[in-house]
T-cell receptor
Framework: GAVVSQHPSRVICKSGTSVKIECRSL??????MFWYRQFPKQSLMLMAT?????????EQGVEKDKFLINHASLTLSTLTVTSAHPEDSSFYIC???????????????FGAGTRLSVL | KQEVTQIPAALSVPEGENLVLNCSFT??????LQWFRQDPGKGLTSLLL?????REQTSGRLNASLDKSSGRSTLYIAASQPGDSATYLC????????????FGTGTLLAVQP
């Protein structure tokens, strides 16, 4: 079945550094990918929609200069947290919907998530 | 703005009990509704998806219902097992071309052996 691989699964960094998270669709092409953030004991909040070959669409309140998204190919989207601070510590999850009939049914596959801890 | 709420926030039951998780949404113009399971520190596993035209979906011990007009969905788990312990999330997709999902607040389920 379709698989979405997210890497790294865990990252610990110092305040002020930038962190890149990758999301890959392993056996299908994804023209769109979604990035979510989940704070402890809270639900997933959509941050942005990543579109292959064009600019990402950010949700209200999400700083696009802080969270850089690149979707350079049909199988890879990256989220870069620039100049990370402790308040950026969170669980980040990506998802990719299948195209075709599955798209109409809203079948999405989720990565395993990345736990970011900023010291 | 669509808001999705889940009740209860946490639930602890003894093994073998049947249980119901609730999900409510404020805007009934949804395309479909989906129930997910999330294990600690992990990604999401899709359990059931109900299209807006459907009333319920079943998979094994799970049954999900949808009452779109009243903005409610329930997830029924029969004969609960310790392995069912996880956080359960419901999510709605709005109509239109977008695949954006709006997630509920989640229910943390603990099934005691």
């Amino acid at each position: 079945g379709a698989v979405v691989s997210q890497h790294p699964s865990r990252v610990i960094c110092k305040s002020g550094t930038s962190v890149k998270i990758e999301c890959r669709s392993l056996d299908f092409q994804a023209t769109t990918m979604f990035w979510y953030r989940q704070f402890p004991k809270q639900s997933l909040m959509l941050m942005a929609t990543s579109n292959e070959g064009s600019k990402a669409t950010y949700e209200q309140g999400v700083e696009k200069d802080k969270f850089l998204i690149n979707h350079a190919s049909l199988t890879l989207s990256t989220l870069t947290v620039t100049s990370a601070h402790p308040e950026d510590s969170s669980f980040y999850i990506c998802s990719a919907p299948l195209a075709g009939a599955a798209l109409a049914k809203n079948i999405q596959y989720f990565g395993a998530g990345t736990r970011l801890s900023v010291l | 703005k669509q808001e999705v709420t889940q009740i209860p926030a946490a639930l602890s039951v003894p093994e073998g009990e049947n249980l119901v998780l609730n999900c409510s949404f404020t805007d009934s113009a949804i395309y479909n509704l989906q129930w997910f399971r999330q294990d600690p520190g992990k990604g999401l596993t899709s359990l059931l998806l109900i299209q807006s035209s459907q009333r319920e979906q079943t998979s094994g011990r799970l049954n999900a219902s949808l009452d779109k007009s009243s903005g409610r969905s329930t997830l029924y788990i029969a004969a609960s097992q310790p392995g069912d312990s996880a956080t359960y999330l419901c999510a709605v997709r709005h109509g239109g071309a977008t695949n954006k999902l709006i997630f509920g607040t989640g229910t943390l389920l603990a099934v005691q052996p």
